[in-house]
């Protein structure tokens, strides 16, 4: 799966983490550039999950790149950067999703057949 991180300037032991998910860093951007702020461009191309590490970035860089991935149907990841904080959000989310598709799975059901999140 190929990934665009967006926010920090340095990465650290992210890459490993990325790679133990089996998440390949495809484009990386800091975020401080002041065209992310208002350009609307598409995502770079092969691009399947969008990461928002948000304790570095602006409201208007995350908003910009929330509505890239949304208008191109591309998964979102937002945490905080750390290794501890990027497990917990891929795990969940990778998580979910699976559950979602699983139709035996017994919990991923309610009454009235309305998807329950756990």
Known sequence: MNALLVGADRLGNIPDVLHQFGIRIKAHVSGRDCTHQRRSAPLPAGIEIVILFTDFLGHNVMQRFREAA??????????????????????????????ERCDGCPVSKQKGGNRQRH
Do not use: W
Not at 83 to 92: I, R
């Open 70 to 99: 949304g208008r191109e149907g591309v998964r979102l990841v937002c945490c905080r950067r750390s290794v501890c904080a990027l497990q917990q959000a891929l795990g969940a989310r990778l998580e979910r999703e699976d559950c």
